[in-house]
């Protein structure tokens, strides 16, 4: 599979990540992507940047090596309501919006609840991605998502970092397979996401490309083998 962009990465600016934003958009350019995203946590997460630093964005440029760069923020959905950690007036300043519950950080409630909120964030308009929905963090009801993100042209991630065993989420790899059938059944677009802490890991589906295969899963319907599908769909 021909793999164009890797749009969820983290930097040292995470603070629990281990490369530098030129490291990182150096290791995309070695492996061949034409673009890649660097989605630092918000302010929630311990260690992590500042509102300053995504108010800064904008001095670092977005052509690096040959590889065009996005850079925004995995932001966290922290309860049932779907409120979020970053205010619309600053998510406005990214490139690209990811939106991830962190069980940690996420006041949540039964399966309904849960899934009532990610339907919430699905429809604003500032979110692109939702993160890890299948990792387990909280009990969701995939049908809907995949039919609401379908419909407002959001992008659910299958993440390969949640389906490492080292990770010990013991429910991801069925969730996922859950989440594949039924994104196949209604034809609705995915993005992988390698959730990448360090520079060797872009673009690194290892743990996803297994199930794609016992899932059946078409290609045309896995955003990250086109740049321009990707930029059309999310209306970049």
């Known amino acids: 599979m021909h793999i164009e962009l890797d749009v969820h990465t983290h930097t040292v600016a995470s603070g629990h ?29 311990p260690g992590t940047c500042p509102e300053v630093y995504f108010r800064n964005l904008h001095m670092v440029p977005r052509l690096m090596y040959g590889v065009e760069l996005m850079l925004g923020a995995e932001i966290n959905i922290l309860d049932t309501v779907g409120n979020m950690d970053m205010s619309e ?49 909280s009990e969701l009801d995939f049908e809907p998502l ?16 949640s389906l490492n065993p080292v990770r010990n989420k013991v429910k991801a790899v069925e969730n996922s397979l859950e989440l594949l059938r039924l994104c196949k059944k209604h034809h609705a677009p995915i ?4 959730d990448a802490h360090i520079s060797f890991d872009i673009a690194k589906y290892n743990h996803i490309y297994p199930l794609l295969k016992q899932v059946g899963f078409h290609e045309e319907l896995i955003i990250n083998t086109s740049l321009v599908r990707f930029k059309t769909y999310l209306k970049l």
């Open 17 to 45: 990540a281990f490369s530098t934003l030129q490291e990182m958009v150096y290791a995309a350019a070695g492996r061949g992507l034409k673009l890649l995203g660097i989605t630092e946590h918000a302010p929630s997460v």
């Open 89 to 137: 007036a600053l998510m406005q300043k990214l490139d690209i919006r990811i939106a991830s519950i962190h069980s940690a950080l996420y006041s949540g409630g039964d399966k309904s609840q849960n899934t009532e909120a990610v339907m919430r964030v699905i429809r604003n308009p500032l979110i692109n991605i939702i993160g890890h929905p299948a990792d387990g963090a």
């Open 146 to 161: 995949v039919l609401a993100a379908k419909e407002n042209h959001t992008l659910l991630e299958i993440n390969n970092s």
């Open 191 to 194: 993005i992988l996401g390698s």
